[in-house]
Each structure stands twice: as structure tokens, then as C-alpha cells.
């Protein structure tokens, strides 16, 4: 998934289960592996898919309607045109945004739950599982480990972390990296429960001054610039807490936390907010 993982337990056969699953989810969902199931439907504009494919398309084509179209597995192509696929950043012109966007929208993506089949309606669509893959494949680990009989682990995917149980009696605590990487923005404390941070600090470019970020609004088609810097949110499951985090931040302070309300378990745990200001580093 273009990231790391770690796994914490004291149960030492923990890591190997967890990594085994984690690797297993990989194969279907990765945008870096040629052969997943998510690599053929991006080509094919088809598939046949396996349950838990078919199961986090249809999460994420379920969660776009509910955020008003914040969230959405489509945006890839714009992931491409800025140059967030091989890091080779650019400005696009307003006609290329505008051509990019038609292919665009979770309505776009049709499914039968009879046969399993995922269709594009548009040529050149494709699907970017990068805001909901890491907590959904979290979230396998923990139920690998949990029908293993291991009842305390932390399980961590590039930053989507889930705390299952507790660790000796205490809860699990992680600590939320300060936007400036210099420290820390706060501690949380986790007993069977995922938490997610969605933010622009991590990967991005800037251009004349203006810092242009991976999370893009899907309306625009510009990278989303809600004033918010970074969004930490808890939920009961990673996936809801990734899909979330990611929509949140595309929304904003008042629409994302009028969101959150309807999500049962969920709750912001932290957000930052900063101007786009000239960036001088
Ligand atoms: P996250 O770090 O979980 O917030 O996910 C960000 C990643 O999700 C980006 O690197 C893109 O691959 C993808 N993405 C960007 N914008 C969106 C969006 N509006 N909805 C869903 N996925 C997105
Ligand atoms: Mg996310």
C-alpha cells in the first residue's frame, strides 16, 4: 500500500497473523500492484469482484452519496493530473481540470450485488482506494487476530491505527504528530477503537507560494482547501475513521462536524486548522 505497518502485541503470533492478512488485502486493493483486483478495474473499466473488494467499493460508493460527494474513490484521475501518482507535480490548466472532472462521481460506478460486478458507466474512469484501503485492511488485521483468540494488540497502516483491547489493563495511547513535525498536537487513548489523521503536510507540493495537497475536492477538482490543516477522528472501526477523516477534511470544520454527528461512535478527536499562507520552507 506504499506505506508501513506495525503491529504491536504480546502475543507473539500476532505480528505473523496480522501481516499475513494485511498482505493478503494488498493484493486485491493496491494501486501499485499491476494484477489487483483494483489495477484490472482501473484498465478493464470491469470486474467480477471478490467479497471484500465488492464490499469496500460499495462502502465507498455508499459513503460519497453520504458526504455529499466530499468522499470519493473516483477522484484518481485527478490524483494523476497533478502528478500525486508518480510525484512528478504540476499545475493543470482550468480546461484539463475541467476535462478530468467528467470522468468523475461515484454514480459513475455500477454495481450488481447478484453477480459481484463492478462496471465504470464513463471510458477512462478509475477508483484511488488511498483515503479507506490502509483502515479497511487495519480492520481485517484486528478480526484475524481476534478469531486467533490475541485480545491485545495495537495494529498501525501508514498512521490508521486500531487499539484492540487493552495493554495490560491500560489503554492503548498514540500520540498525534504536530503538522510542523517538530512534536506533538496530543495523545489519545484507544480501547477497542481506530483513529485516523487526514492532512496536508505529508504529501504535497508548492507552487508560488500556495501548497497544493493529495486530498482533493471532488466539486472542483483542485485540491481541498477547507482551511483545515489536519483532522484526527475516532471511530469504532479504521474504516470508518479513514473514509471519514479523508471526507472531513474536503468539508471543512462546519459541514464535517455536522457530518460526524451522524456517524454512531464517531467523534473528531483533534483539528488543526491553518490559512493557505505563503509557505516559505
Ligand atoms: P487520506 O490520507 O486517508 O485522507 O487519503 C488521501 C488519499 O485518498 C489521496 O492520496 C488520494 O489517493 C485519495 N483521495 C484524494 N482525495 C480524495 C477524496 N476526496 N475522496 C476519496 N479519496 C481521495
Ligand atoms: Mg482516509
Redesign the pocket.
Given at each position: 500500500m506504499g506505506t508501513f505497518a506495525t503491529v504491536i502485541s504480546c502475543d507473539e503470533r500476532a505480528a505473523g497473523i496480522a501481516f499475513a492478512e494485511i498482505g493478503r488485502i494488498e493484493k486485491l486493493l493496491s494501486k501499485y500492484d499491476p494484477d489487483s483486483e483494483i489495477s484490472r478495474l482501473n484498465s478493464a473499466g470491469y470486474i467480477q469482484a471478490s467479497p471484500e473488494t465488492y464490499y469496500i467499493i460499495k462502502k465507498s460508493k455508499d459513503f460519497s452519496a453520504a458526504s455529499s460527494g466530499?468522499?470519493?474513490?473516483t477522484?484518481?484521475p485527478?490524483?494523476e493530473l497533478w502528478g500525486?501518482k508518480d510525484r512528478d507535480f504540476r499545475l493543470p490548466a482550468k480546461g484539463e481540470i475541467a476535462l478530468a472532472l467528467q470522468r468523475i462521481g461515484s454514480d459513475k460506478i455500477i454495481l450488481n450485488d447478484a453477480g459481484r460486478s463492478v462496471k465504470f458507466s464513463t471510458a477512462g474512469m478509475s477508483v484511488?482506494l488511498?483515503?479507506?484501503a490502509?483502515g479497511y485492511a487495519v480492520d481485517c488485521a484486528v478480526r484475524k487476530l481476534k478469531e486467533s483468540g490475541i485480545t491485545s494488540a495495537l495494529v498501525n497502516i501508514g498512521g490508521?491505527t486500531y487499539g484492540l483491547g487493552t495493554k495490560a489493563g491500560r489503554p492503548w495511547t498514540v500520540a498525534i504528530r504536530s503538522p510542523d513535525k517538530k512534536g506533538f498536537a496530543g495523545r489519545l487513548e484507544l480501547i477497542d477503537r481506530g483513529v485516523?489523521t487526514?492532512g496536508n503536510y505529508e504529501?504535497f507540493f508548492i507552487k508560488d507560494g500556495i501548497r497544493y495537497a493529495?486530498?482533493?475536492?471532488?466539486g472542483t477538482g483542485m485540491p481541498?482547501d477547507s482551511g483545515i490543516t489536519a483532522v484526527t477522528v475516532l471511530a469504532n472501526d479504521c474504516l470508518i475513521a479513514?473514509s471519514l477523516?479523508?471526507?472531513i477534511?474536503?468539508l471543512g470544520k462546519e459541514k464535517g462536524s455536522a457530518f460526524v454527528k451522524n456517524i454512531p461512535g464517531a467523534e473528531i478527536a483533534k483539528i488543526i486548522m491553518e490559512k493557505n499562507v505563503p509557505d516559505h520552507k
Open positions: 466530499a468522499f470519493d474513490i477522484v484518481a485527478l490524483v500525486f484511488d488511498g483515503a479507506i490502509k490508521e485516523s487526514s504529501q493529495h486530498i482533493f475536492d471532488p481541498a479513514d477523516s479523508t471526507a477534511f474536503v
